[in-house]
């Protein structure tokens, strides 16, 4: 096995001012009515479940209801692993390592506090489980990126 010394490519931590001005949100991945949600709501398209800002850091509490593993997938830009159940992550999820764009919850994982911030591109875009049956059984919300208020 091969090891890699340093950073492949070494990005700076989190700055203390856009953790302290980050808006806080939740999420809930849970069953309900025999199918698969968010914040109890299932998967429409047509309306955001929620609606970020161009730029602004957000903190969210991914949290997962019952006794069921989430690979939580968020689409346009990357994450990063603030807390897993309170505590710091493990080394490979931590802040100034890694940036991912999918995070397991529930089962035996717990649930995790992230940080993002959706730099680039305005619109209408999507957050779901990976578990293709979740997807598939509406647990997807759609999230709007809209510009700062000038």
Same mark, same amino acid.
């Given at each position: 096995?091969?090891?890699?010394?340093?950073?492949?490519?070494?990005?700076?931590?989190?700055?203390?001012?856009?953790?302290?001005?980050?808006?806080?949100? *939740?999420?809930?991945?849970?069953?309900?009515?025999?199918? +698969?949600?968010?914040?109890?709501?299932?998967?429409?398209?047509?309306?955001?479940?929620?609606?970020?800002?161009?730029?602004?850091?957000?903190?969210?509490?991914?949290?997962s209801?019952?006794? +069921?593993?989430?690979?939580?997938?968020?689409?346009? *830009?990357?994450?990063?692993?603030?807390?897993?159940?309170?505590?710091?992550?493990?080394?490979?999820?931590?802040? *100034?390592?890694?940036? &991912?764009?999918?995070?397991?919850?529930?089962?035996?994982?717990?649930?995790v506090?992230?940080?993002?911030?959706?730099?680039?591109?305005?619109?209408p875009?999507?957050?779901?489980?990976?578990?293709?049956?979740? *997807?598939?059984?509406?647990?997807?919300?759609?999230?709007?990126?809209?510009?700062? &208020?000038?």
């Amino acid at each position: 096995m091969r090891h890699v010394n340093g950073d492949l490519r070494p990005f700076a931590p989190i700055s203390a001012a856009d953790l302290a001005a980050a808006t806080h949100k *939740e999420f809930k991945f849970e069953r309900t009515d025999g199918a +698969w949600a968010i914040n109890g709501q299932f998967a429409d398209l047509e309306h955001p479940l929620t609606t970020s800002t161009e730029g602004n850091g957000e903190i969210w509490h991914l949290d997962s209801g019952g006794g +069921w593993a989430h690979p939580v997938h968020i689409h346009l *830009e990357y994450m990063r692993v603030l807390r897993r159940d309170g505590k710091l992550p493990p080394p490979n999820e931590r802040d *100034e390592r890694a940036k &991912k764009d999918t995070v397991v919850i529930g089962a035996g994982f717990g649930n995790v506090d992230i940080f993002i911030k959706f730099r680039d591109y305005l619109g209408p875009f999507v957050f779901h489980c990976h578990n293709i049956e979740h *997807e598939d059984m509406r647990m997807m919300a759609r999230m709007d990126i809209v510009p700062p &208020k000038t």
